[in-house]
C-alpha cells in the first residue's frame, strides 16, 4: 500500500500554513513536475503546497467522510497554483474511498485537456492510516493555531 504524509509548514509570503503531502516518502509535487516532464510541455505546471484549511476543512478536500456508494468516487483538488489560489493552477485527482482503502486516480490539470496523467498513480492508501494522516495534521493545525 501506498502512504500519504502530510507536513504543515508556513506558507511563504502569505499568513497561516500550508499542507505538503507526500507519498512514499516524495513530495506530491515533485511527483507531478517529473509526470509533466514526462509530457514534453514547453510550461509544465507551477504548483505550491495547499492552504491548510482549504485542503484539510473545506468541501473538495482529500479527506474522505463515508466510503462511495457508487465506487466512482469524486474529483478533489490535491495541488493548488503557487500563487495559493485554489482554482488558479489546480491539479485534480478521483478519490475512491472504500472501508478499507482510498484510491487518488485519474489525475488531470483542467486547464490542459490534453496533457495525460497516465504514469501518475493510482495510489491506493490503507483507509485507516490514511484518515489517521488526515486527523493529525488537522490536530496540528488547530494546536499550532491556538498558540499564535
Known amino acids: 500500500m501506498d502512504v500519504l504524509t502530510i507536513q504543515l509548514e508556513p506558507r511563504e509570503g502569505r499568513p497561516g500554513l500550508a499542507a505538503r503531502l507526500a507519498i ?3 513530495d506530491l ?3 507531478v513536475a517529473a509526470a509533466e516532464a514526462g509530457l514534453g510541455v514547453a510550461t509544465p505546471g507551477t ?9 484539510l476543512m473545506l468541501d473538495g478536500c482529500i479527506g474522505t467522510d463515508e466510503p462511495d ?3 466512482d468516487g469524486r474529483e478533489a483538488t490535491v495541488l493548488f497554483c503557487d500563487c495559493g489560489e485554489p482554482g488558479c493552477w489546480p491539479l485534480l485527482a478521483r478519490i475512491v474511498a472504500t472501508p478499507e482503502t482510498v484510491t487518488w ?3 488531470r490539470q483542467p486547464y490542459r485537456d490534453q496533457w495525460s ?3 501518475l498513480g493510482p495510489f491506493v492508501f490503507d483507509r485507516e492510516e490514511y484518515d489517521d ?3 493529525a495534521a488537522i490536530n496540528e493545525h488547530a494546536r499550532r493555531d491556538r498558540a499564535e
Open 24 to 26: 512514499n516518502g516524495r
Open 29 to 31: 509535487i515533485e511527483l
Open 47 to 55: 504548483y505550491g503546497p495547499a492552504s491548510a484549511p482549504k485542503l
Open 69 to 71: 456508494s457508487d465506487g
Open 105 to 107: 486516480q485519474q489525475f
Open 117 to 119: 496523467y497516465e504514469q
Open 133 to 135: 494522516a488526515i486527523v
